[in-house]
C-alpha cells in the first residue's frame, strides 16, 4: 500500500513538472504574451498557470494580481480561492470594497474551476443584468477552452457558447449591486457548468430559460382585452397632459425600475410582475408611468403631445407583451 501511494505521488509530481517545463517553453517560444494563444483547458492548466505567472509588484503587491496575458492589463487575472477553485476574472477588481468580495467574485464572474470529489467542473457566465459588454465577451472567447468558443454575433441577439458541433444558451445573470450596503446579491444565476472527462468537456446543471418569439398564447389571452382596455384609457387621459409627456418620461422611468434606469433603458429594468399589476388594476398608482413610457415607445408621442399614429396600438401591444413577459419560454 505504501509503495502505491508513493507511486501515485511520484506521477502527481511529475505531471505538474512537466506542465510547468511546457509553459516555460511556451513562453520563451511565444514571448511574453503566449496565453493569448489560447484558451485554459482544463482545472490543472489553471492551477499551473497561477503558480508559473508572477505577482504584479509595486503598490498592489498584496493583492496577489496575476495576469492571464499582458501584465498592464493586470485585471484579466487568475484568482486563487482555494487549493479546489479558481476564478479567471475580467475586472472585478473594482468591486473588491464589497463586503462579501469573494461570494460576488465567484457569483460574477466569467469563468470559475473547481476540483469537488467526483471530478473537475467549469462554470461559464455571462454579463450581469441587460448591460452589454464586450470586454466580457471577448474575454470569455479567449479563455475558454481550446475548442470552445463564445458566440455572441448573433442575428437573434442571443448569446451560445460552440463545442463540439453544439450550441449552449448562455444568458446574462441578474444581480442586485447594492452600492450603498456594499453588498451583491443574486438574483437570477443563469450560468452553463460543464464536468471535465475523458472525451472532454460535457454539459451539466441546470437548463437556463430562453425567451422565444412565439407568443404565448395562454398569457396573451388573459391580458390581450386588458391591454385593449388601457390603450383605451391612455387615449383618454394622455391628450390632457398636453407637452408635459416629454418632462416626465425620465421620473416615469425611475418610478418603474426603482431608481435602476432612465427612459432610455426602462425596458431592461422593469419587472414583467409589476406590468402585469398594472394591467391587472386600472387604479394602479404607478399605472400613468407606465402609460408614458409605451407611449413613447409607440411613437405615439409628437412635440411632447400624445398623437398616436396609425401603428402605435401595433407597437404598444408588442412592448407591453415584451416588458410583460408574454412571449414563451424554453429551458435550454
Not at 119 to 147: A, C, K
Not at 218 to 244: A, H, R
Request: glycine share 6%; charged share 30%.
Amino acid at each position: 500500500m505504501e509503495c502505491a501511494c508513493v507511486g501515485v505521488l511520484m506521477a502527481t509530481v511529475q505531471r505538474q513538472q512537466m506542465l510547468e517545463q511546457l509553459y516555460i517553453l511556451r513562453s520563451k517560444e511565444m514571448g511574453s504574451n503566449w496565453y493569448t494563444k489560447q484558451g485554459l483547458s482544463s482545472f490543472d492548466e489553471v492551477a499551473q498557470a497561477y503558480n508559473v505567472i508572477k505577482p504584479i509588484r509595486g503598490a498592489r503587491a498584496n493583492e496577489d494580481l496575476r495576469p492571464l496575458a499582458e501584465r498592464r492589463y493586470w485585471w484579466n487575472r487568475i484568482h486563487k480561492v482555494s487549493d479546489n477553485k479558481y476564478v479567471l476574472c475580467d475586472g472585478h477588481w473594482a468591486w473588491s470594497g464589497m463586503n462579501n468580495h469573494v461570494y460576488t467574485l465567484e457569483q460574477t464572474a466569467p469563468i470559475v474551476w473547481e476540483r469537488k470529489e467526483d471530478g473537475d467542473y467549469m462554470t461559464v457566465r455571462s454579463h450581469m443584468n441587460e448591460g452589454i459588454s464586450v470586454s466580457r465577451y471577448s474575454f470569455l472567447d479567449r479563455w475558454l477552452p481550446q475548442g470552445m468558443r463564445f458566440d455572441w454575433y448573433t442575428t437573434t441577439g442571443k448569446h451560445f457558447v460552440r463545442y463540439q458541433d453544439k450550441e449552449f444558451y448562455l444568458p446574462k445573470f441578474k444581480g442586485d449591486m447594492d452600492w450603498q450596503a456594499k453588498v451583491f446579491t443574486m438574483v437570477q444565476d443563469n450560468k452553463l457548468v460543464f464536468k471535465h472527462t475523458a472525451d472532454g468537456l460535457e454539459r451539466v446543471g441546470d437548463l437556463v430559460p430562453m425567451q422565444t418569439r412565439r407568443i404565448d398564447k395562454d398569457i396573451d389571452s388573459i391580458y390581450k382585452p386588458k391591454m385593449k382596455e388601457m390603450w383605451g384609457w391612455m387615449c383618454t387621459v394622455l391628450p390632457v397632459m398636453g407637452d408635459g409627456l416629454g418632462d416626465a418620461k425620465d421620473q416615469y422611468s425611475m418610478d418603474l425600475t426603482e431608481g435602476k434606469a432612465s427612459h432610455w433603458y426602462w425596458e431592461r429594468y422593469v419587472d414583467k410582475n409589476l406590468v402585469r399589476e398594472i394591467l391587472d388594476n386600472p387604479e394602479h398608482d404607478k399605472r400613468m408611468a407606465l402609460a408614458g413610457l409605451l407611449a413613447y415607445k409607440a411613437d405615439a408621442i409628437t412635440g411632447g403631445r400624445f398623437d398616436p399614429q396609425k401603428d402605435s396600438y401595433a407597437k404598444f401591444r408588442q412592448v407591453l407583451r415584451k416588458v410583460g413577459g408574454m412571449f414563451a419560454v424554453e429551458l435550454r
